[in-house]
C-alpha cells in the first residue's frame, strides 16, 4: 500500500544538497515507513538555513513533495494561503493518483480547504490527525473552523485526548515519540536517577511567553533559596531568546539557552534533568516533550492545557493551576524540598506512563484501526 502526508513541516535543503525537514515529523514517517510500499510527504520547502533540529529521511522509499510556504501571523501571511492553494490542490490532486491512502495533518493554514477538497473529492481511504487542542474555547477562526468540519467527516479523525461528547470516527492517539529501545533505556536511567541533592531543570519548546517561558524565568527569581538548583536549560528558539537570555543573566539565574538541537542531543538533556518546565498557556495537544521526558524518569512540572492532565496525575508528576508566576514558584519550592523517596517514586511511575507513546504502538494502531480494519 502507498501512503501520502499532506502536511505543514518545515523541509529545507542542507549544505550538501539533502533534503531535511523537522525532526520530530520526520522520525515518526521514518518508523512508518517499513510498513507501506512507499511514502510521499506533501510538504512547506523553505529556502532558510535548516535548523539543528531538522533532519533527513532515512528509508529509501520516502518522497518528498514541495509545496510553496504560506501562512504565519501577519494578514499577508495568512492571504498567501489562498495564493497558492492552486499549486496546492494541483500537487496533492497529482500525488494522490499515486497512493492508495492518505493523511491530512491539522490543524493547518491550508487544512481550511483541503478537509473540504478532499471530504468531496476523493474516495481513497484516508484520516485526518488534528495535533492542536480539541477542546479550546477561543480557538483561531481557522482552527474552528477545522475541527467542526472535522466533527462532521465520515473518515477517521485521530485527536488528543479523550472526551465525553467526541464524536465515534474521532479516535483518541497518542502522538509516537519513542522507540522500544529508548524505553529500556529510560528505565534505567530512571531507576538511576538521584533525587537527593542539587536538580537540574528543562524546558523544551518554542521559547515564546505562551510556553511559560517568561513565566519559568520569574519563577526562579523569586525563589528565595537556589542552593538546590543546579541548572536550568532551554532548548528551543525564539523571536525573545536573547531577551530571556539576557533577563537570567541580571537574576543571576543557572540558566543555559542551548537554541535548537538535534533529537539525541535533548534526550541527553532529558537524561541528566531531574524535571520539566512546561507551565503553558498555548494551545496544546499533548506535547511529545512531555512524554520524552518522563520517558527518562524526568518529572513534568505542567499546566492542565488540553489533555495534558489525563496523562500526569499526582502520582507521575506536578499540575501547575492556576498558571501563574506564584503558583508555579510555590510547585518548584514543593518539590525541591520534597522526600527524595517520593520523587523517585513518581519518576518511575512516569517513565511507566509513557508505554503508549512508542512508534511501534503507534504504527499498530494506524495499520489495524484505520488503514485495514477488517485484518481485526
Same mark, same amino acid.
Given at each position: 500500500?502507498?501512503?501520502?502526508?499532506?502536511?505543514?513541516?518545515?523541509?529545507?535543503?542542507?549544505?550538501?544538497?539533502?533534503?531535511? =525537514?523537522?525532526? /520530530?515529523?520526520?522520525?515518526?514517517?521514518? &518508523?512508518?515507513?517499513?510498513?507501506?510500499?512507499?511514502?510521499?510527504?506533501?510538504?512547506?520547502?523553505?529556502?532558510?538555513?535548516?535548523?539543528?533540529?531538522? *533532519?533527513? @529521511?532515512?528509508?529509501?522509499?520516502?518522497?518528498?513533495? /514541495?509545496?510553496? %510556504?504560506?501562512?504565519?501571523?501577519?494578514?499577508?501571511?495568512?492571504?498567501?494561503?489562498?495564493?497558492?492553494? %492552486?499549486?496546492?490542490?494541483?500537487?496533492?490532486?497529482?500525488?494522490?493518483?499515486?497512493?492508495?491512502?492518505?493523511?491530512? !495533518? #491539522?490543524?493547518? =493554514?491550508? +487544512?481550511?480547504?483541503?478537509?473540504?477538497?478532499?471530504?468531496?473529492?476523493?474516495?481513497? #481511504?484516508?484520516?485526518?490527525?488534528?495535533?492542536?487542542?480539541?477542546?479550546?474555547?477561543?480557538? %483561531?477562526?481557522?482552527?474552528?473552523?477545522?475541527?467542526?468540519?472535522?466533527?462532521?467527516?465520515? !473518515?477517521?479523525? #485521530?485527536?488528543? +485526548?479523550?472526551?465525553?461528547?467526541?464524536?465515534?470516527?474521532?479516535?483518541?492517539?497518542?502522538? /509516537?515519540?519513542?522507540?522500544?529501545?529508548?524505553?529500556?533505556?529510560?528505565?534505567?536511567?530512571?531507576?538511576?536517577?538521584?533525587?537527593?541533592?542539587?536538580?537540574?531543570?528543562?524546558?523544551?519548546?518554542?521559547?515564546?511567553?505562551?510556553?511559560?517561558?517568561?513565566? *519559568?524565568?520569574?519563577?526562579?527569581?523569586?525563589?528565595?533559596?537556589?542552593? $538546590?538548583? $543546579?541548572?536550568?536549560?532551554?532548548?528551543?528558539?525564539?523571536?525573545?531568546?536573547?531577551? @530571556?537570555?539576557?533577563?537570567?543573566?541580571?537574576?543571576?539565574?543557572?540558566? #543555559?539557552? &542551548?537554541?535548537?538541537?538535534?533529537?539525541?542531543?535533548?534526550?541527553?538533556?532529558? !537524561?541528566?534533568?531531574?524535571?520539566?518546565?512546561? %507551565?503553558?498557556?498555548?494551545?496544546? =495537544?499533548?506535547?511529545?516533550? *512531555?512524554?520524552?521526558?518522563?520517558?527518562?524518569?524526568?518529572?513534568?512540572?505542567?499546566?492542565?492545557?488540553?489533555?495534558?492532565?489525563?496523562?500526569?496525575?499526582?502520582?507521575?508528576?506536578?499540575?501547575?493551576?492556576?498558571?501563574?508566576?506564584?503558583?508555579?514558584?510555590?510547585?518548584?519550592?514543593?518539590?525541591?524540598?520534597?522526600?527524595?523517596?517520593?520523587? $523517585?517514586? $513518581?519518576?518511575?511511575?512516569?517513565?511507566?506512563?509513557?508505554?503508549?507513546?512508542?512508534?511501534?504502538?503507534?504504527?499498530?494502531?494506524?495499520?489495524?484501526? *484505520?488503514?485495514?480494519?477488517?485484518?481485526?
Amino acid at each position: 500500500m502507498k501512503l501520502a502526508i499532506i502536511s505543514h513541516t518545515a523541509h529545507y535543503k542542507d549544505a550538501s544538497g539533502t533534503i531535511v =525537514g523537522w525532526g /520530530p515529523t520526520i522520525t515518526e514517517i521514518n &518508523h512508518l515507513a517499513a510498513h507501506f510500499e512507499h511514502i510521499y510527504h506533501v510538504a512547506f520547502l523553505h529556502s532558510e538555513v535548516a535548523p539543528p533540529s531538522a *533532519i533527513p @529521511y532515512c528509508a529509501e522509499n520516502i518522497t518528498f513533495v /514541495p509545496l510553496p %510556504p504560506s501562512g504565519g501571523n501577519t494578514i499577508l501571511s495568512k492571504l498567501s494561503v489562498l495564493k497558492t492553494a %492552486p499549486i496546492v490542490i494541483k500537487t496533492v490532486q497529482k500525488t494522490l493518483k499515486k497512493v492508495d491512502a492518505f493523511q491530512l !495533518r #491539522t490543524p493547518i =493554514g491550508m +487544512g481550511v480547504y483541503l478537509i473540504p477538497w478532499l471530504t468531496l473529492f476523493s474516495k481513497k #481511504t484516508g484520516w485526518f490527525k488534528y495535533a492542536g487542542n480539541w477542546k479550546q474555547d477561543h480557538a %483561531p477562526w481557522g482552527y474552528a473552523l477545522q475541527r467542526w468540519m472535522l466533527k462532521k467527516q465520515h !473518515r477517521v479523525v #485521530t485527536i488528543n +485526548g479523550s472526551w465525553e461528547d467526541q464524536p465515534a470516527h474521532c479516535l483518541t492517539f497518542e502522538n /509516537p515519540c519513542l522507540t522500544e529501545t529508548e524505553r529500556i533505556e529510560g528505565n534505567v536511567v530512571a531507576e538511576n536517577k538521584d533525587f537527593s541533592s542539587q536538580f537540574s531543570f528543562c524546558f523544551v519548546g518554542r521559547l515564546e511567553d505562551e510556553k511559560g517561558v517568561q513565566r *519559568i524565568l520569574d519563577a526562579f527569581a523569586l525563589l528565595p533559596n537556589t542552593e $538546590k538548583i $543546579k541548572q536550568l536549560h532551554f532548548v528551543g528558539n525564539g523571536e525573545k531568546f536573547e531577551v @530571556y537570555r539576557k533577563f537570567a543573566n541580571e537574576k543571576n539565574l543557572p540558566a #543555559t539557552f &542551548h537554541g535548537f538541537l538535534a533529537r539525541d542531543k535533548v534526550f541527553e538533556i532529558y !537524561r541528566k534533568s531531574h524535571f520539566l518546565l512546561l %507551565p503553558s498557556t498555548a494551545s496544546e =495537544g499533548f506535547p511529545k516533550v *512531555i512524554a520524552e521526558a518522563m520517558n527518562f524518569g524526568c518529572l513534568p512540572i505542567v499546566s492542565k492545557v488540553s489533555s495534558i492532565a489525563q496523562y500526569i496525575e499526582d502520582s507521575n508528576g506536578f499540575i501547575v493551576d492556576p498558571v501563574t508566576t506564584i503558583e508555579l514558584k510555590k510547585e518548584v519550592f514543593n518539590v525541591i524540598d520534597a522526600a527524595p523517596t517520593i520523587l $523517585k517514586s $513518581k519518576a518511575l511511575k512516569a517513565h511507566q506512563k509513557v508505554d503508549s507513546f512508542t512508534f511501534e504502538y503507534y504504527n499498530n494502531r494506524i495499520l489495524s484501526e *484505520i488503514v485495514n480494519p477488517k485484518s481485526n
